[in-house]
């Protein structure tokens, strides 16, 4: 029997519980392709997935337990076997793939049915630039396609330099508004030449104070809160975070919001990625879209990955890569 390498847990954990150990290599169902993974990521959904915290991500990956042992949730790789019925991908094909509830793709193989959303690797982009288009960006381009966008709409995104935040200013741009964001000095150059109109240092400036009102603001790192950024909306403006809220309340905000005159909450759940990944896969293709990418670790030090994740340090995209 062929083994391979793959992160193993069998109940929710700390990273420190997180073992690398050898399992057989997946066999495709009929409906599945087999990949041999060239890079996958560590991301804010992997950690939930790993710890099974907030509680509310339980509902869909196991209640008491993990239904998946093997960790990950995104891949980029080469297709190497392929079931019966799979006709849309060929044996050597370059593919990458996210589904957040877990691939089980933190393994040198995966086996993936094709039902998921899955897409030929773009010519232009490394598979490690690949991997780290899929997460972050699926999510900003969730959030975004529920506001009712028009073309010079002012947007604020506090947090440009996370995976989220940094894809949602590509996007908006893309969709020609124009775009404040917050960041940390030493990326104030990258977000300006990514397209940005206003950067903010939020180490020398607190946006909440901006004498500047916005149609949307959107928190893609869910550090503020509906009340501190009401000032900052226009009079019909919305506010989107990427986090339930120190109290859960932006999903709840987000049930009453319609019977709410004036500003208003949105709380989108992302369900499908197939459209958000055939969105960045354009984005990909035409130029107008690059991943921001922090650090890379083998997959044998991706322990010290996630830690790295939890603390809230990353910028962009975290990397796993693979001894093959």
Not at 67 to 85: E, H, W
Not at 183 to 195: M, N, R
Not at 301 to 322: C, M, P, Q, R, W
């Amino acid at each position: 029997m062929t083994m391979m390498k793959a992160a193993i847990r069998y109940q929710y954990c700390n990273p420190e519980q997180l073992r690398i150990t050898t399992v057989p290599i997946p066999s495709p169902f009929d409906d599945e392709i087999l990949v041999k993974v060239k890079a996958t990521t560590v991301n804010r959904t992997d950690c939930g997935v790993l710890t099974g915290k907030p509680w509310l991500i339980r509902c869909f990956i196991g209640l008491f337990k993990p239904a998946l042992p093997v960790t990950g949730t995104d891949f980029s790789g080469i297709v190497v076997a392929r079931g019966v019925n799979v006709s849309q991908f060929d044996i050597g094909d370059n593919v990458y793939g996210f589904f957040d509830q877990g691939l089980s793709s933190q393994a040198e193989y995966v086996a993936v049915p094709v039902k998921k959303a899955i897409f030929k690797k773009p010519e232009n982009f490394t598979y490690e630039q690949a991997a780290a288009s899929l997460e972050g960006a699926h999510y900003a381009f969730y959030f975004l396609s529920k506001m009712k966008l028009k073309a010079g709409d002012n947007v604020l995104i506090n947090g440009g330099t996370g995976a989220i935040g940094n894809a949602a200013v590509q996007f908006l741009k893309y969709f020609k508004m124009r775009v404040t964001v917050t960041c940390e000095t030493d990326y104030t150059e990258l977000l300006k030449l990514q397209g940005a109109d206003r950067v903010i240092d939020y180490k020398k400036e607190d946006f909440t104070k901006l004498d500047e009102q916005f149609d949307y603001v959107f928190d893609a790192v869910g550090k503020s809160t509906f009340a501190q950024c009401k000032p900052l909306l226009k009079p019909n403006g919305i506010y989107i975070s990427s986090e339930l809220g120190p109290n859960w309340q932006n999903p709840l905000l987000a049930l009453v919001s319609p019977f709410m005159s004036g500003k208003k909450v949105k709380f989108p759940i992302p369900l499908s990625a197939h459209r958000s990944l055939r969105f960045i896969d354009e984005r990909i293709k035409s130029g107008e879209f690059k991943p921001l990418i922090d650090r890379k670790y083998r997959l044998d030090d991706i322990a010290e990955a996630y830690n790295y994740v939890l603390s809230g340090k990353k910028k962009g995209n975290v990397i796993i890569t693979f001894d093959q």
